[in-house]
């Protein structure tokens, strides 16, 4: 069973980093993929990033330049480094896996962490 517990969430100000911590368990890296979504109050769940098989990244318009992915297989665990944050930024952030080399649309994605709530705000 794949499962995946989120981390590094909290409150910064705006123009501030956060990195996140995805550590995922019952996950063959080098198969799957590794996405990052988020969910604002009132909002749909969106894609921020994903990580593939190969360890090529992709990124949202709305975060590229400003965030990225990445993992360390030793540690089973997949970080979203997170600068220059904007309060727009602020939302419930998830990790999820799927067993696809690359990236598949949110509706793909098999398993998913609880979540780790980032709030931007002075």
């Known amino acids: 069973q794949v499962q995946l517990v989120e981390s590094g969430g909290g409150l910064v100000q705006p123009g501030g980093s956060l990195r996140l911590s995805c550590t995922v368990s019952?996950?063959?890296?080098?198969?799957?993929?590794i996405g990052w979504f988020r969910q604002a109050p009132g909002k749909e769940r969106e894609g921020m990033s994903c990580i593939r098989s190969s360890g090529l990244s992709s990124y949202a318009d709305s975060v590229k330049g400003r965030f990225t992915a990445s993992r360390d297989s030793a540690k089973n665990t997949a970080y979203l480094q997170m600068n220059s944050l904007k309060p727009e930024d602020t939302a419930v952030y998830y990790c999820?896996?799927?067993?696809?080399?690359?990236?598949?649309?949110?509706?793909?994605?098999?398993?998913w962490g609880q979540g780790t709530q980032v709030t931007v705000s002075s």
């Open positions: 999820a896996a799927v067993r696809y080399r690359t990236c598949p649309p949110l509706r793909d994605y098999n398993y």
């Open positions: 019952g996950f063959t890296w080098d198969h799957g993929s």
